[in-house]
Structure formats: C-alpha cells, structure tokens
C-alpha cells in the first residue's frame, strides 16, 4: 500500500479510520498536556513515568489474568502513579538529585516490569502473548472502544484545562505567587501531574513504554518556538500532535514490518527541527540572519564614524578623500559603501568619497539615534 | 554450580563493577540521566556497525556504537546551548529520535540482523558463555568475558590515574579549571568511558538496565557517605551483590537474569532509601518531627522569658493563645521539663535558670546568628545541628 492508497482508505476503511482517529486524539492529548511538563521543566518525568507504568500493566495481568486493555492500562495508571510519588519523595527528602531520582525510578520499575514479562512468558498456560506491544507499542491493536476511552480522557482533559486555566498558567509561571495569592498549590500540582500520567498511560499502547515520552515532549518543543503565549502555545503543541499521529500511521501503514511508535516520534521529531531553523522569532535561521543583518549595520556604522572623524577636520565637511585612506582602518568594505551612498550619507566619485549633508548628521547623533532605535524596536 | 553458571556470575559481576564505577561521577555530576540518553542512542551505531562487521562482539563495532554514543552528548549540549528548550527537553529529545532510527533499521533488515528488539532492551547474559574467544583452537572462555574485562581494566587505570582531577572537576569545576585541569577534558573523557562501558554491558543487560547497574548503586551509597571512595566501594559492592543475589533470582523464578539483577538493585535501593541512618526517609522523617518539637519548645521558652504574669504562663493558655493542639503542648511541655527547664506548680508554668540561661543562649544566636554561640547546646538537640 502506497501513501496515496492510504489517504484514499482513510475514510472507507474501518481499521484504517479507527487507528488515525486514535493516534490523532492521542497526540492532541499529548501535545496538550505535554506543554505543561516542558514548561514545568518535567520533561523527563514523562520518560521515568512511561517506564514505571510497565510493572503495572505485567501484575495487572498476572492478578487477573485477562488481557482487557482497560484493566491492564489500570495497572499502569497506578504503577505509574506510584513510580511519579516515589520520586517526588526521593528529590525531597534526600540529598539526590531530579536526574537521579528520574534514572533510578525508570530503570529500576522497567527492569521490575521486564522480570514480570519474562516470567509471564514461561507460564504454561497464559495467552500471554501480545504483552510486549507495549513495549513499542502497536496501533494497529486498536479497537473502537479504546478509542472512545481516549476520546473521553482527551474532553475531560479539556475541560479541566478550562475550568483551571488560570491556576494552571499561575502555577507555571510563579509558583511562589501562587502560593501567596492562596491557592492549593499541592493540589493543582498533584492535578496536572495525574493528568499527565493519565496522558502517558493511555499512549502506552500506541507508541510504546519505551518512545512515549517524546510524544510527549516533542509538539510542545516544537510548538514552543512559534509563540510566545500560553493558550496558543498548547493549541499549536496539539496539532502538531496531532499531525504528527496522522502521518505517522499513514508513513507506517503504507510499509511492512514499520512499528508505529518510532514512525511518530520520528515525524515528531521533524516538526521539531523544522520549528528549530525556520521559525520566524526564536528559529536558528532566522537569528543567523538578525545577527549578521546586525554585524552589517555595525559595521556600516563603524565606517561612518570613521568619515566622520576625518571630515570633521575639514572646513568643507563634502571635501572630497580617497577611498584608500579607508583602508588603513578597519570596516569599510564595498557593499558597505554602497550602501551608504544608498542612505545618502555620502556620495562617491570613482576613487573618492564625500561625507553628504545628511551623513555628517547621522553620525553626530548616531549614539542618540541607536538608543532610539532599540527603544521603537 | 555448573561451569556456564559460574561464568555467568563472573560476567554479570564485572559488568556491575565496570558499570558502578563511572556512575558515581555521574549520579555526582548530576548527569545521570546522559546514561539513559547513550543507551538509548547508541542502537543506530550498534545497528550500522553490525552492518560492517557482522558480528556483535567485534570491537569496530564497539567503538562505533560508542562514538555515537558521544555523539548524543556532543548533540544534546548543542541543543542546550541554543536556548531554544530547556536542558531536560533537549537531552528528551534527541535520545528517542535517534532510538527510533535504531527501532527502524532493525525493523526493515530483520531478515539481515540477528537482532531483535527484545534482546536491544534485555540483552541476553544466559547465553554469554556459549560465544566463546577461540584464539589457534584455544577455549579462552566466553568473549563478553574478555570485553567487558578489558573494559572494566581501562576504567580502573583511568580512576587511579586521574583520581584528584576527577574529583576536583565533580565537585568545583570553577577550582579546577583555575588550577589547570580542563573539566572539559574530564568531561568528555568520562563520557566516552561512559559510552564503552554502556556498550560493551549492552550485550550483556540490554539498554535500559545499564542505567540501573550505574544509577541504582551509585545513588544508594551517595545516601550512606559523602567520602567519594567510600561511596565508591560501596557502589562496587552493591552492584555486585545485586548481581550475584540477581542471578539466582532469575534462576529460581527462570525469567530474565537482567530484568532480576536490577529488581534486587530496586530493592536494595528501597532498604537503603528507607534505612539509611543519616540521609533515609525515616531518619530525615525523625529529624524534621524532632526539629518541630524543639522550634515548638524554643517558642514556648521565648514566650515564658517574655512574659511575668500568671496568666499568660498559664498550662492552658498554651492551647489557647498560641494556638498549638493538646498533643503538641504536651510533648512540648515534657520535653522542657525532662530537661529542667521549667517547673511547674498550681498549673503555673516557671523557667528555671537552666531555663532561662538556655533561651538567652538561643536568643543570642537567633539575634547574631553566630555559630559558636551554641556549640555546647549541639549535643542536646538536632535543631542545631543543622
């Protein structure tokens, strides 16, 4: 199947739909809820929890023994839960650091988690089969009614958003103040932490343990570059989100033996990178450019002081000099100087320059003219 | 004990060892989670060397894997340095990305590579000793013997040749950079060994529990010393306990040896995290409680010093003005009269003149915030102990 065939499918056929529908919802939620942990400096946390949710889903399914994904997705919630206090209390109550806190819960519930699905293997008599899609997840498992389920949580998630926005915004931004004005800060903490969890838990069974956390992260990154603005930042992250689940089902579906979940991240990832370079405020491209337009006005400026100090000596300040007596200085290049007789600060015959009117002006009140400049700008 | 049984302690023992030593620096550093990011990020290169070589335990292929693995570093801190994200977010970034470039090209060749995914995240340590190092028809025991061996050898040397410049770079870069040791220097030079040494344990416990055989060990000994060789050793012994203790697990419930050895890591860590006498959760709970009660005894001192009326030096007006509950005025008023510093007669609360000499002491270091103010007060109380 072509990526042509694909979008042609989408609609008509029911698995295809089910599973865009899916991971669409999904990366919406994620980049939603994803800005919250890249603002809050949780980055990581996303990581360590996606981790710690395995041992979940492994005794979830060795208590019961069914393999109900809302059940087994339960466990998870919880394990993921428990993995997200315990590091809480680490990085309060000792000396040791976030980082180490995040590598040891991770490592430590993963490697737990990857016990259980070995012994679970070796049982004689489970089906249990079909555990390890969690671990890099397989959206093609997806049915309608997970789907539903991640419709809901998506809405609900909303709605909070809504209904909280402002304690939220405050919260991110200043803690202390928060604290101050009199909100629970524990709990809106606690509130968006769960709901990140839940984010991250409903997305296991789509991309996988292991890659979850750069959904994540990766359309809030990405969406970070764009604006500046809070509410616009999270609708920008859900869409890329959202995009980013559409094309990577369509690149995987369209190829054999493609898991899904590194197909996303990767688009993801592209997203990044393309709000990297290109975007227009903070992008690496464009602050290249800013920054050599800057060099060139400097040195252009540079120049005209120069002119300025050799004409100022002269009754006529128009009188005429050669270009070469330039050299002997630094910042004078050709461009440069044409572009002053551009601007109209001096006018150039063959191999001489003449400081205009205007020129002469300019470079008096040069310094009164940058602080005015910034302060427009 | 079989002979593949021993061999397999010996190896697991060696790799917790060789992957003991470097974490410490990092849990110290507070780069801890770099190991996660390598061990991710190092498929591709372990991918693409196996390309070239075809064969997992080929060094060509263990220097590529670890050039990629700096490579990460190298790419991470560029990302830091253009302020676009913070620096979590960039280390999150890059390391899935690059994983997922290792998920795919495993995917497309499964054919080609005798790689599975399972095995990049688990490693396989039970066979470990089937592959063995054949030099002229000579069995010199199982290869990832040799390399992790080689490796562990290296990191040794390296340690006790650079012991005072690592130390001095982890704790002040500032002071050793002023004193003519690069910390940049160190710090490439640990995360290249870093890098091997996540490598060449890949093999043996897959890529996430190498970050439990450096983290898991290093931070339960941070929380029983602060003496860097101290803390050291004990890392050493932990990871080789857990190791050994690990195997047999694995080998009673027959599940996977890496996914047990970093379960007893887990829950070594628990005991230590709970247990540890001065850091724990418990000491740290008992202290804060204590530290409570003597701010608490401090006030009620202060308050009495303050005040010569019968009324206010009432037991009742305790719960009354100061508003503290039943319970706390209780253990306050004990604690104060355990240690002579009050007397109380007819309900009326008085301060001795221990007492008294007591709290002008406090109010005294309250006032000048001096420390020898209160040295001889030290042995009586945790609130001054810091």
């Known amino acids: 199947m072509s990526l042509f065939d694909y979008f042609d499918q989408v609609f008509s056929d029911y698995t295809l739909r089910t599973i865009t529908l899916g991971t669409a919802v999904l990366g919406a939620a994620c980049g939603m809820l994803g800005s919250f942990a890249v603002l809050r400096k949780q980055s990581l946390l996303g990581d360590a929890i996606s981790h710690a949710a395995l041992p979940g889903i492994a005794l979830a399914f060795l208590i019961t023994g069914t393999k109900d994904t809302n059940l087994l997705l339960m466990g998870a919630l919880i394990s993921g839960l428990i993995g997200t206090f315990w590091i809480r209390g680490i990085i309060k109550k000792t000396h040791l650091k976030t980082d180490t806190a995040l590598g040891l819960i991770l490592s430590l519930f993963f490697g737990f988690g990857m016990l259980l699905l070995t012994f679970i293997q070796k049982q004689p008599n489970a089906n249990q089969a079909g555990l390890d899609k969690y671990l890099f997840g397989q959206a093609a498992t997806l049915v309608e009614s997970d789907v539903t389920l991640m419709i809901f949580v998506t809405l609900m998630c909303a709605l909070v958003l809504l209904l909280f926005w402002k304690e939220f915004k405050i919260l991110l931004f200043d803690a202390d103040f928060t604290k101050t004005l009199g909100f629970n800060t524990r709990f809106i903490d606690i509130l968006i932490t769960f709901f990140i969890v839940l984010a991250i838990v409903l997305g296991l069974q789509t991309v996988g343990v292991v890659l979850m956390s750069a959904l994540l992260l990766a359309p809030a990154a990405a969406a970070r570059q764009w604006t500046n603005r809070l509410s616009s930042m999270i609708l920008l992250a859900a869409l890329f989100g959202a995009f980013s689940g559409v094309f990577g089902t369509a690149i995987s579906a369209s190829q054999n033996n493609l898991s899904t979940g590194p197909v996303i991240v990767l688009v993801a990832a592209v997203f990044v990178l393309i709000s990297f370079v290109f975007s227009p405020g903070r992008g690496l491209l464009f602050r290249e450019l800013r920054f050599r337009q800057n060099r060139r006005d400097l040195q252009l400026k540079k120049t005209l002081q120069l002119m300025h100090s050799i004409a100022k000596t002269h009754d006529d300040i128009s009188h005429p000099h050669a270009i070469r007596i330039l050299n002997n200085f630094q910042g004078f290049t050709k461009r440069s100087l044409q572009k002053m007789e551009e601007k109209q600060w001096i006018t150039l015959q063959q191999h001489h320059w003449s400081l205009t009117e205007k020129g002469y002006f300019a470079a008096e009140n040069m310094f009164n003219e940058t602080t005015h400049d910034e302060s427009t700008n | 004990m079989t002979n593949p049984q021993i061999e397999i302690q010996v190896i697991a023992a060696v790799v917790a060892i060789a992957c003991a030593i470097p974490g410490v620096f990092l849990v110290l550093r507070k780069m801890a989670l770099i190991s996660d990011a390598i061990s991710h990020s190092i498929l591709p290169g372990l991918v693409l060397g196996f ?336």
């Open chain 2, 51 to 386: 390309f070239l070589t075809h064969d997992l335990n080929s060094p060509i292929l263990i220097l590529l894997a670890a050039i990629t693995g700096v490579i990460t570093v190298i790419l991470v801190e560029a990302i830091q340095r253009t302020g676009l994200v913070k620096e979590d977010t960039a280390i999150g970034l890059v390391f899935p990305a690059l994983f997922s470039i290792g998920v795919i090209l495993i995917a497309k060749n499964a054919n080609d590579v005798h790689l599975d995914v399972d095995a990049v995240l688990l490693g396989e340590l039970a066979f470990a000793p089937f592959d063995r190092l054949l030099i002229s028809g000579i069995d010199l025991g199982p290869k990832s013997l040799w390399i992790m061996g080689v490796i562990l050898l290296i990191t040794i040397t390296l340690v006790i040749l650079f012991f005072k410049e690592l130390k001095i770079s982890t704790f002040d870069a500032g002071l050793s950079a002023s004193l003519g040791i690069s910390p940049l220097v160190m710090h490439y030079g640990l995360m290249s060994v870093s890098s091997v040494t996540v490598v060449g344990a890949f093999d043996a416990v897959g890529a996430i529990l190498v970050v439990a055989l450096m983290i898991a060990p290093a931070a339960a000994a941070y929380l029983l010393t602060s003496d860097l060789k101290k803390m050291l050793w004990l890392a050493i012994g932990f990871g080789v306990f857990s190791a050994l203790l690990g195997y047999w697990v694995a080998h009673w419930l027959d599940a996977s040896i890496s996914g047990s050895m970093t379960t007893v890591l887990g829950l070594v860590f628990l005991f230590v995290y709970l247990f540890a006498p001065q850091k724990g959760w418990i000491a740290v709970l008992y202290r804060q409680k204590q530290q409570r009660t003597e701010v608490s005894l401090l006030t009620f001192l202060l308050h009495l010093n303050n005040h010569s009326e019968e009324n206010e030096r009432h037991i009742n007006h305790l719960q009354e003005h100061i508003n503290w509950q039943r319970v706390r005025s209780k253990t306050v008023l004990d604690l104060a009269l355990k240690n002579n510093m009050i007397t109380i007669s007819n309900e009326i609360v008085s301060l001795t003149t221990k007492g008294k000499q007591f709290t002008e002491l406090a109010l005294e270091y309250i006032l000048t915030n001096k420390d020898e103010k209160i040295e001889p007060m030290k042995d009586d109380f945790f609130l001054f102990r810091g």
